[in-house]
Structure formats: structure tokens, C-alpha cells
């Protein structure tokens, strides 16, 4: 069975750092891209960040670049996304997904991932 478990969301204060953890299980996750999304309330979900595999190539949505990262723990089945700067846009409830199709440059389009995690909030407010 497919499973993504995110954690490490919580609240800080604007220009604070959270790192964020995806767990996967039930499948080979080196074989498959990562992407991070997130949804802030009344909007509809948005593309962060995503991480290809086997490359490791990453993928920054505009609003993010130079501050959010993204990488992975093959040994630890993890992804990771550590942002910093946060301002109180980046609220939003966070998710992971895993690529539809193996071994391909990952994409920013949410359509293209099948398998989603339960998602982690982050509120940055002062």
C-alpha cells in the first residue's frame, strides 16, 4: 500500500525556517519524483517545489526560489523541504506527492502525481 506522511509543519513567525518531512512507503520511492503543494484557505493548490528521480533535479515555483530547498534521504525513504524567510503567504496546509510515471523529469502540475500524504500546516504569523 502507497503511503506519503508529511510532518514538521507548525507556526513561526515571519523569516522563520520549518523543515518539512515526507515519508514514503509501499513503493520504490527512488524510482519516482517527489512534489511539494500546498493550500492556503480559498485557494486552490499550488505546485512548491519537486525533486526528480534518479537525477535529483529540483524544481522551484517563483514565489519560493532562494528560500525553500528540497532534497532527499534515499536511506530514509524521506524528502525534505526546508524553507526559510517564511512570510505570512507561505500559510498554507502542505503536501507531498509521488510522480505518476518513474524515471522522468519531475513537473510543477498536480495532475501529473498520483499518490498524496494527509498534508501539514504551516502558519507563519507575527
Same mark, same amino acid.
Given at each position: 500500500?502507497?503511503?506519503?506522511?508529511?510532518?514538521?509543519?507548525?507556526?513561526?513567525?515571519?523569516?522563520?525556517?520549518?523543515?518539512?518531512?515526507?515519508?514514503?512507503?509501499?513503493?520504490?520511492?527512488?524510482?519516482?519524483?517527489?512534489?511539494?503543494?500546498?493550500?492556503?484557505?480559498?485557494?486552490?493548490?499550488?505546485?512548491?517545489?519537486?525533486?526528480?528521480?534518479?537525477?535529483?533535479?529540483?524544481?522551484?515555483?517563483?514565489?519560493?526560489?532562494?528560500?525553500?530547498?528540497?532534497?532527499?534521504?534515499? #536511506?530514509?525513504?524521506?524528502?525534505?523541504?526546508?524553507?526559510?524567510?517564511?512570510?505570512?503567504?507561505?500559510?498554507?496546509?502542505?503536501?507531498?506527492? #509521488?510522480?505518476?510515471?518513474?524515471?522522468?523529469?519531475?513537473?510543477?502540475?498536480?495532475?501529473?502525481?498520483?499518490?498524496?500524504?494527509?498534508?501539514?500546516?504551516?502558519?507563519?504569523?507575527?
Amino acid at each position: 500500500q502507497v503511503q506519503l506522511v508529511e510532518s514538521g509543519g507548525g507556526s513561526v513567525q515571519p523569516g522563520g525556517s520549518l523543515r518539512l518531512s515526507c515519508v514514503a512507503s509501499g513503493f520504490s520511492r527512488d524510482n519516482y519524483g517527489i512534489g511539494w503543494f500546498r493550500q492556503a484557505p480559498g485557494k486552490e493548490r499550488e505546485a512548491v517545489s519537486c525533486i526528480s528521480s534518479p537525477d535529483g533535479n529540483t524544481y522551484y515555483t517563483d514565489s519560493v526560489k532562494g528560500r525553500f530547498t528540497i532534497s532527499r534521504d534515499n #536511506a530514509k525513504n524521506t524528502v525534505y523541504l526546508q524553507m526559510n524567510a517564511l512570510k505570512p503567504e507561505d500559510t498554507a496546509v502542505y503536501y507531498c506527492a #509521488a510522480d505518476r510515471i518513474q524515471f522522468r523529469k519531475c513537473t510543477l502540475v498536480l495532475g501529473e502525481y498520483d499518490y498524496w500524504g494527509q498534508g501539514t500546516q504551516v502558519t507563519v504569523s507575527s
